[in-house]
């Protein structure tokens, strides 16, 4: 049954190795508790992950995304806008421009202090 199903499935994804890893990925969701999608007929999961593809109850895209999000290791986070950001921080956009003085500005600052001591 096995090679039967492997003969159909050739069709849905042309290179055998990608198959392969594929069908196995879909082999341990099923052993994990995944929903079968095809009827059971008391075959293997191996075997029904094949006849799940070879049946195209199951992309091959799906299954290519679903086996890359399963090997990623970090999670890709949107970043905050900077508005969003200083609202977390706590300030305001009209303090970040006060904060945020030119060595010129500093210093015509500082002489117009000591002229007014």
Do not use: W, Y
Not at 98 to 115: F, H, P
């Amino acid at each position: 049954m096995a090679r039967v199903t492997v003969e159909d499935c050739i069709d849905k994804v042309p290179n055998r190795f990608e198959l392969v890893m594929l069908a196995a990925h879909r082999a341990r969701e099923l052993s994990l508790g995944a929903e079968v999608t095809v009827e059971r007929d008391n075959d293997k999961n191996p075997v029904i992950a094949l006849r799940e593809i070879a049946d195209e109850t199951l992309t091959s895209e799906h299954l290519r995304e679903a086996a890359i999000e399963s090997h990623q290791t970090q999670i890709e986070v949107d970043e905050a806008e900077e508005d969003q950001m200083t609202l977390l921080m706590g300030t305001e956009e009209g303090d970040a421009a006060e904060d945020d003085m030119s060595e010129e500005n500093l210093l015509r600052a500082l002489m117009e202090a000591q002229e007014t001591k």
